[in-house]
């Protein structure tokens, strides 16, 4: 015997799953729109010292390399002028959290035009 499955078409609107819902997820000319869960109170870390460590690492790989070095330095220098990085002061700010990107270089010696790359 088969039980049927009870329709149940009431929502209960204290249930916290259908207040998060409600609260993320719209619909704009026919499709939805939902939200990414956010938790505030994750905290990145320190990730200044590793991203200067990958800097230094990849300071010394090109020393060998001086054409590949300067290649990287104009690539960076183009980065700074694009605004697609900045330069900090080196003073350490611990009013406001921030998180630094260590730059990962992807050096393609077969590639005529951008031998350089960022990962």
Known sequence: ??????????????????????????????RYVVSLPKNSKISLGNSRDMAQKR??????????????????HDYLNEYLLLNRMSEIDKEVNTEIE????????????????????EY
Request: glycine share 2%.
């Open 1 to 30: 015997m088969i039980e049927d499955i009870e329709d149940r078409n009431e929502v209960n609107q204290l249930d916290p799953c259908e207040q998060h819902f409600t609260s993320t997820v719209l619909q704009q000319d026919g």
């Open 55 to 72: 800097l230094l690492a990849i300071e010394r790989r090109l020393q060998k390399q001086p054409e590949l070095r300067e290649a990287y």
């Open 98 to 117: 921030e998180f630094y990107l260590p730059h990962q270089a992807v050096i393609r010696k077969d590639k005529l035009t951008t031998k350089i790359r």
